[in-house]
Every structure is written in C-alpha cells, then in structure tokens.
C-alpha cells in the first residue's frame, strides 16, 4: 500500500468481547468501522467492550492528530462470540 492510503496489517486479529488498545496509543484516535465503512464506535485506550456487536469483520483505524502528516493505520479485527 502507498504511504497516502495508509498502513494496514494483513491479518486479522480475532477478538471475543473486549477490544484491547494500549495506553501507549493515546495519541491516536482510534475508531471501529464495519466492512461497508460504517463508523460503529470511537475507541480509548484499553478495554473497549465490543460484545454488543454482530460477530463479523470490523476495521479499527487510528489517526495522528491533525498536525501530523501522517496517513492512517488500519488493522482488521473479527469479532467472534
């Protein structure tokens, strides 16, 4: 992928009701998407609960702040029950 587009890791990582983020990631704003680019929640570091969900596949991208230059990570998650 192009440095425009982002960095997105190939795969996925299967979670079941928690969504881990680490407290070092606090400069970045972190949001979970479905695969159809629906914004389903804003994400915080450490545990965001994700059991409500539907299992299925969901894309948490992260994103600088506006000062940097930087394009935003994406990384797969499936949510699993």
């Known amino acids: 992928m192009s440095d425009e587009c982002g960095v997105m890791s190939r795969s996925p990582t299967i979670i079941r009701g928690v969504l881990f983020l680490p407290t070092s990631s606090f400069t970045l704003h972190h949001s979970l998407f479905t695969i159809s680019g629906q914004k ?14 539907t299992p299925g596949a969901y894309f948490v991208r992260s994103e600088q702040s506006a000062a940097s230059r930087r394009p935003p990570a994406v ?3 499936v949510l699993t029950e």
């Open 40 to 53: 389903v929640l804003t994400l915080h570091p450490g545990p965001n609960d994700v059991s409500k969900l």
């Open 75 to 77: 990384s797969k998650v």
